[in-house]
């Protein structure tokens, strides 16, 4: 192949979103790159607790569509690969659908944001509130919602605390300690 044929193939390669089988995104993704193609699926990171263990998840940010950088060329071969359903199509001028291109700057904004964490649940939760008897807590849930509180006892094997309120509906009761925030 000559070279300039070779910068053409460069060029015409364009992205171009893939429906797979919903939940079979990755699976989808390895078999396409084990064809030496350049694929992309946005993914979201969230925490996930099962029983007492919270563990971080990934998940497609589109549930069932990745992007793939291919050439009209490739679209057979990628259309023979295992978990790939389709293209996402658009009608052209002769009324036939075709696989609808998407520009570069929308993939690359989509890459920049992911690699950024926008997406990801798991790096901006703040620290859990940890109470100390003694301290003074916020309310954050329930009908005191807003109210300020002292500490007076922990149970941290059940999550919970015996607070005290002042004022007007002061007295004292037990709370959930994810329902506290530091005051």
């Known amino acids: 192949m000559s070279r300039h044929r070779a910068d053409l193939a460069v060029i015409e390669r364009q992205w171009y979103c893939l429906r797979a089988a919903t939940r079979q995104e990755d699976r989808c993704v390895d078999n396409l790159r084990e064809q030496k193609f350049e694929v992309f699926m946005p993914a979201s990171a969230r925490w996930r607790r099962l029983r007492s263990t919270k563990t971080r998840i990934e998940t497609a940010l589109f549930p069932g569509y990745l992007f793939i950088l291919a ?5 057979y071969k990628i259309r023979a690969v295992e978990g790939v359903h389709q293209f996402v199509r658009v009608m052209n001028d002769t009324g036939e659908f075709e696989p609808m291109p998407f520009p570069a700057e929308a993939i690359g904004d989509l890459m920049a944001r992911q690699e950024l964490g926008e997406f990801d649940a798991t790096k901006n939760e703040k620290p859990r509130y940890e109470p100390k008897v003694g301290d003074k807590a916020t309310i954050t849930h329930g009908p005191w919602t807003g109210y300020i509180a002292e500490i007076l006892s922990l149970t941290p094997s059940e999550r919970k605390a015996r607070v005290s309120m002042d004022g007007k509906f002061g007295g004292k ?11």
């Open 71 to 75: 050439t009209p060329k490739d679209f």
């Open 173 to 183: 009761l037990t709370l959930d300690i994810a329902h506290l925030d530091a005051a």
